[in-house]
């Protein structure tokens, strides 16, 4: 079972694609539902933690992450 | 003299500026390196010259120094620095992706970077015995792609590149994989130094235009969670070149006690 941070689509945006270390950055997926989830490892909780930029993120929603159907493969 | 060869110099005492090269753009990127993993990291590059698989080569992460910061670096050149996602664990032993959001972009995408489909490889060093998910790739019109275990339908081992596949049906996905394009009628899918299977269908010259991700097919996602100790791109190698690459590879792991 993912448990990830659960965010709503301004959080989304706001996260999206940014760099939090200069070789990393956020990405979000979206469960079967269309929600927006980030997961983050214990290295990255270490790593936002003292940085005021992202470690809000710390504090939201977490919840259980249901992937959507696989996409079809090969292409 | 006795000069040793974490500093990155070779057995005979020579430094290797290749390998002087990455270390000094892993410390520029706020990374460090153990002794050890500088001499394993010498040893692979001198031999790999040695044997004729430095030259093909176009980016090669050997996955040292447990952080994003070190594992990002191509021990090739300069280029094709990686871009790692949120959701990765790094360690002595490799990176590990959580399957789901995690992969790292390469910034090498085949249509700029490659001249031609018909000699191009991928490779990987799986410590996981997991199912699912493709371990480096990108689709679009044409394919890179190489999975230890994809997990659909009968398919197991993946190599694909071009407009046709190698699958076997191998039960393991630990070991050094290759996807090995020597031709436009030769594919192989090898583990370790074993073909597990080949391809003589004719593919088409078309090479992907989207970069080349660790632990996903870029464009379609499929995932992988399993634990990646070295990965490569570039030119296609003969039979004797492959064997020579798994020999390095499995020294240069061994060396750092992480081999499987």
Redesign the interface.
């Given at each position: 079972m993912m448990i990830g941070y659960i965010l709503t689509n301004e959080e989304y945006t706001q996260v999206q694609g940014q760099f939090y270390t200069p070789y990393e950055f956020f990405n979000c997926v979206q469960d079967i539902n269309g929600v927006w989830f980030l997961f983050l490892s214990t290295q990255d909780k270490e790593t936002i933690l003292n940085d005021p930029t992202w470690n809000w993120i710390l504090t939201l929603p977490e919840g259980e992450y249901i992937a959507p159907p696989a996409p079809p493969f090969p292409g | 003299m006795f000069i040793p060869s974490f500093m990155g110099f070779d057995k005979a005492g020579f430094g290797d500026p290749d390998a002087l090269a990455f270390f000094a753009r892993v410390t520029a990127?706020?990374g460090t390196l153990s002794a050890t993993e500088k001499s394993a990291v010498t040893t692979l590059v001198v031999t790999m010259k040695a044997n004729g698989t430095w030259t093909p080569m176009k980016a090669i992460y050997p996955m040292v120094g447990a952080s994003?910061?070190a594992c990002?670096q191509n021990l090739k050149s300069a280029s094709f620095?990686?871009?790692?996602?949120?959701?990765?664990?790094?360690a002595s032993t490799g990176v590990t992706g959580?399957g789901?959001?995690?992969?790292m972009n390469t910034g090498l995408i085949p249509s700029v970077d490659f001249t031609t489909i018909l000699s191009s490889h991928l490779s990987t060093y799986s410590r996981t015995q997991l199912r699912g998910g493709v371990d480096i790739g990108t689709?679009?019109p044409g394919?890179f792609?190489l999975s230890a275990d994809?997990n659909?339908s009968v398919i197991y081992t993946y190599a694909?590149i071009g407009t046709n596949?190698a699958n076997s049906l191998s039960n393991t996905s630990k070991g050094f994989f290759l996807a090995n394009r020597q031709t436009s009628t030769n594919l192989k899918a090898i583990q370790n130094n074993t073909t597990l299977a080949s391809s003589t269908t004719l593919t088409t010259n078309t090479l992907p235009a989207v970069s080349v991700s660790l632990a996903q097919?870029n464009?379609?996602?499929?995932r992988s969670a399993r634990e990646i100790a070295f990965s490569s791109i570039g030119d296609g190698l003969t039979d004797t070149q492959a064997s020579n690459f798994y020999t390095a590879v499995q020294v240069f792991q061994t060396t750092l006690s992480r081999q499987v």
């Open positions: - | 990127a706020g994003a910061a990002a620095p990686g871009t790692f996602t949120s959701g990765w664990t790094f959580n789901t959001s995690a992969f689709g679009g394919e792609a994809l659909i694909s596949s097919l464009g379609s996602g499929l």
